[in-house]
Structures are given as C-alpha cells and as structure tokens.
C-alpha cells in the first residue's frame, strides 16, 4: 500500500553527521508508525528509531540513543534520521519501514519497507 524510498547516505568521517530522509508515496502517511533499521552483517536485524504516527512518541536502540534523532512530517509524507557522532561501527544499509496503526493497531510488524541507504563512516 505504501510505498517507502530512502536517500540521504553516503560517506562520512567518524565523528560527522549525515540526516536520512524517507518519502512515502501510496498510502495515508500519517496513520502509520515508522522506523529506522539496519542490518550489520553477522548481526540480527536493530530496530535504530521508531516514532509514532503522530510523532509524540520515539524510541531508541542502545547503540544510537542520545546520537540519533528520528523526526517526521507528515505534511510531506517524510521521516528523517538525524544521526550525529558517527562511529565506523554504524556502517551499514540503513532502511525505513511502516507499520499501521490508525484507526487500530492491527499487526506489531513493519510490513513496508525501502530499498535501503548506505552509510559508510571512516577514521
């Protein structure tokens, strides 16, 4: 129903910041959850960020907290990651992802996802 596309990646010095964006099409953005993602090789799928259809509610990972910022504006179907102090470890593809939640919440999952943005960050 959605349909999500990220940009914003790229390579970055440790140390540096770079901001994800995620444009939504398809679908009534402001009813759902959405999320940021990555998958590191040889590690399980993290949850980076999450904030909730209106955007009053945001949760972090361990990792990112205190580092990353996730934000959104649903006047322009977007979600965006802010993410500050890069460290090398926090290369990877990095994905956005919506869950639905208005009128219900009728599933926990992220069914919806983009292709993905690479972050590179060196030292």
């Known amino acids: 129903q959605v349909q999500l596309v990220e940009s914003g990646g790229g390579l970055v010095q440790a140390g540096g910041s770079l901001k994800l964006s995620c444009a939504a099409s398809?679908?009534?953005?402001?009813?759902?959850?959405m999320g940021w993602f990555r998958r590191t090789p040889g590690k399980e799928r993290e949850d980076v960020a999450r904030?909730?259809?209106?955007?009053?509610?945001?949760s972090y990972s361990t990792s990112v907290k205190g580092r990353f910022t996730i934000s959104r504006d649903n006047a322009k179907n977007s979600v965006y990651l802010q993410m500050n102090s890069l460290k090398p470890e926090d290369t990877t593809v990095y994905y956005c992802?919506?869950?639905?939640?208005?009128?219900?919440?009728?599933?926990?999952?992220?069914?919806?996802w983009g292709q993905g943005t690479q972050v590179t960050v060196f030292s």
């Open positions: 904030i909730n259809y209106n955007g009053l509610t945001t």
């Open positions: 992802a919506a869950r639905p939640q208005l009128p219900v919440v009728t599933t926990t999952l992220y069914n919806f």
């Open positions: 398809g679908g009534t953005f402001s009813t759902y959850a």
